[in-house]
């Protein structure tokens, strides 16, 4: 089958088949071209504008390298040929139902239900160019199986974006790059791969004759605190957050005004400003939100509270402000009633309290082969790496970067309302003691 080269700055020469190349040259796939990986991110890490355009061919790769590794260490193959193909489709086209900012609108704001319902997924995929394109390779539901979770083999689906697919090595490796990290995962991580004979799920072999590997679990733990440095450094750094909550607010008004997610679908980063404005006439404050953002004058931290308030408090905090938008639209428009500033002035950032379940979740095969979480080795260094993440929660009340002269009144109130003291101080000390040291993280 003729293929076609293309060049990657994470992976080197990425090699697409003419089945891939006909469904990547559609418009819904050349629409990942400008989305980028990691939203606002780039007002931090300036080069850090990568596209899911680039990771949707990272991840084609990955899974195809996979695959090979398995077929390797399995001694033959692991998935029929239709199935193979199938999955590296699958890999290709994984994320385009995402749309501008998804992950802050659906997973921090929780403005529309997750791009990856198996709904949307279904509909997404039999639309427009790339849907023909997916049903002339005969393989469109194999491959919407795959990405909703259902396909004939565990494995199909759990190589492209399970708890260890290929959708996890490409962004780690990649984001890590382009945020300008000289850590990413070792090749030989790739060794430990194998597959569950009894579930057919992805797992890592961690065991050789009844012995624990170390050094395979030394590549896992690697992995993972790779993940947990960009959590802390990247995907949950204030400033990120502090944009993300100020786009998500001005989407809000506009859904308030009539925005459906469907003219979503084929907008881009930089024109989603310009698609809000026609449903904003009623809120002249989403406008000054969306002039500051594009001025970089981003809501600074007037509030901070972290997981030292208590697990029950944390909780329902969460409940509150997380999982109840109305809730938090009403305790922000208090706040800011309370404290002399106009909507959109304020804004509360609460995310979930699991922000770091997949840690414990990695599959392990046991002596007998069997898959275990990896939880139950039972090592010391894994409950040090959840703590560490659990350690990542943040509840943020920001404020306008023009309104600082109102930010000690702002951080008394919200200490009223939420009954808790503000550890904002306390934060900016830890941060300026903890400064990344990757000697630090090494276990």
């Known amino acids: 089958m003729a293929s076609k080269v293309i060049r990657d700055a994470v992976h080197g020469d990425i090699e697409l088949d003419t089945e891939a190349l006909s469904v990547l040259d559609t418009p819904e796939m050349q629409r990942l071209r400008r989305i980028a990986q990691l939203g606002t991110a780039s007002l931090v890490y300036p080069s850090a504008v990568h596209t899911r355009f680039e990771h949707a061919l990272g991840t084609y790769h990955l899974t195809g390298r996979l ?22 489709l699958a890999a290709l086209v994984h994320d385009v139902t995402h749309v501008p900012f998804g992950h802050t609108f659906e997973d921090e704001r929780r403005i529309w239900p997750r791009h990856d319902e198996p709904e949307h ?71 430990y791969y194998a597959v569950s004979g009894a579930t057919r799920r992805l797992a890592f072999a961690v065991y050789k004759r009844s012995l624990l590997r170390h050094d395979a679990v030394s590549e896992i733990l690697e992995l993972l605190w790779l993940r947990h440095m960009l959590c802390e450094r990247v995907y949950f750094h204030h400033a990120k957050i502090a944009a993300g909550a100020m786009i998500s607010r001005a989407v809000e008004w506009a859904v308030a005004g009539g925005l459906q997610r469907e003219a979503l679908y084929e907008a ?10 026609p449903y904003l006439a009623h809120e002249p404050a989403a406008g000054r939100l969306l002039a500051a ?38 305790a922000e428009r208090e706040l800011a009633a309370r404290t002399g500033l106009r909507p959109g002035e304020l804004i509360i950032y609460c995310p979930s309290e699991r922000m770091a379940s997949k840690e414990v979740e990695i599959p392990v095969l046991d002596p007998a082969g ?52 503000n550890e904002l101080d306390a934060e900016a000390r830890h941060a300026s003691a903890t400064r990344y040291d990757k000697r630090n993280y090494n276990v």
């Not at 997404?124 to 919407?144: Q, S």
Request: glycine share 6%; with cysteine.
């Open 67 to 88: 695959l090979e590794r398995l077929e390797r260490t399995h001694g033959g193959s692991v998935l029929e040929p239709a199935q193979r193909r199938a999955t590296r």
């Open 121 to 191: 997924v279904r509909a997404m995929l039999r639309r427009g160019a790339l849907g023909e394109a997916l049903e002339r390779t005969g393989l469109r539901d194999l491959v919407e199986d795959t990405l909703v979770g259902n396909p004939p083999v565990p494995l199909m689906a759990d190589l492209v974006r399970g708890t260890v697919g290929a959708d996890l090595l490409d962004y780690l490796a990649r984001d890590a790059l382009l945020c300008g990290f000289s850590r990413r995962w070792d090749e030989r991580l790739l060794r």
């Open 268 to 277: 881009s980063d930089h024109g989603l400003a310009e698609l809000l404005r």
């Open 293 to 330: 953002l594009a001025a970089r004058r981003l809501h600074r931290r007037a509030y901070v509270l972290t997981r030292a308030i208590g697990t029950e408090a944390q909780r329902e905090l969460v409940a509150r402000y997380h999982h109840d938008p109305a809730a938090r639209e009403h």
């Open 370 to 421: 069997t898959e275990r979480p990896l939880a139950a080795l039972r090592l010391p260094e894994v409950d040090l790496l959840l703590e560490r993440h659990r350690d990542l929660w943040r509840l943020y009340v920001f404020v306008a970067a023009d309104r600082l002269d109102r930010r000690e009144a702002v951080g008394r109130a919200a200490s009223a309302w939420f009954g808790f003291a």
